[in-house]
């Protein structure tokens, strides 16, 4: 897996994460799902450098002028219902992309142990088309490899890219073992590990919870 980790250099993507990790901040929900959501419109104008383009002759009001037009069909495919936020910034941009919902989630056993349940599904068929997997948390990389498996008969994508905010490096190793060699990772920040309970550290909390309520535990 190739990783491209924005946050090795300065940018003003440094504030919109210093903004979602604060304690102070963070819960502002109507600030942290606009600073995700802006997280996601960098990352895809990153991505955005390694996509195909046509060129094409347009009118101007004055003349003619050489443009370049994408050329690869995207669909991105969010999990939900974290992956909302990132998935609205990364349309902004690539706004002529489709869009697959995949529901995925933590059934806890115990306290420390759980399996990945992924619940509902909208997708379409991914034959040749570029694929885009955004979860903004890529804790233990156990929810994006259980999305992966229950989208991998709806066709073969030209290119896999996951888009991430924070992320884990024990749970980027396992994707790197577990998922396509080719496969794209763009991240903005990586964290060096989990806790006990699979929670990135020192991460921001529960991205889904804070910028849509606590979910009931029931």
């Known amino acids: 897996m190739q990783v491209h980790h924005l946050g090795h250099k300065h940018s003003i993507l440094h504030h919109f994460l210093a903004e979602i990790r604060d304690v102070t901040i963070q819960k502002d929900r109507m600030r942290f799902r606009r600073n995700i959501e802006r997280i996601g419109e960098v990352l895809s104008l990153e991505l955005s450098s390694t996509l195909n383009y046509s060129e094409k002759s347009i009118t101007t009001p004055l003349g003619q002028k050489k443009t370049f037009h994408l050329a690869d069909e995207i669909v991105v495919c969010s999990i939900l219902r974290a992956g909302l936020n990132l998935h609205q910034g990364i349309l902004n941009y690539l706004d002529r992309a489709d869009s697959s919902y995949v529901s995925a989630y933590r059934k806890h056993s115990s306290e420390?142990?759980?399996?990945?349940?992924?619940?509902?599904?909208?997708?379409?068929?991914?034959?040749?088309?570029?694929?885009?997997?955004?979860?903004?948390?890529?804790?233990?990389?156990?929810?994006?490899?259980?999305?992966?498996?229950?989208?991998?008969?709806?066709?073969?994508?030209?290119?896999?890219?996951?888009?991430?905010?924070?992320?884990?490096?024990?749970?980027?190793?396992?994707?790197?073992?577990?998922?396509?060699?080719?496969?794209?990772?763009?991240?903005?920040?990586?964290?060096?590990?989990?806790?006990?309970?699979?929670?990135?550290?020192?991460?921001?909390g529960d991205a889904g919870d804070l910028a849509y309520g606590e979910k009931s535990q029931k």
């Open 112 to 204: 420390v142990d759980f399996e990945i349940k992924v619940q509902y599904m909208a997708t379409q068929d991914f034959t040749d088309k570029i694929l885009i997997l955004a979860d903004p948390m890529l804790a233990t990389g156990r929810s994006l490899l259980a999305v992966y498996k229950a989208i991998e008969s709806l066709g073969k994508p030209k290119a896999i890219h996951i888009l991430s905010v924070i992320g884990a490096q024990p749970g980027i190793d396992f994707l790197d073992e577990q998922l396509p060699k080719q496969t794209h990772l763009w991240i903005a920040d990586i964290d060096p590990e989990l806790n006990e309970r699979g929670y990135i550290v020192p991460g921001l």
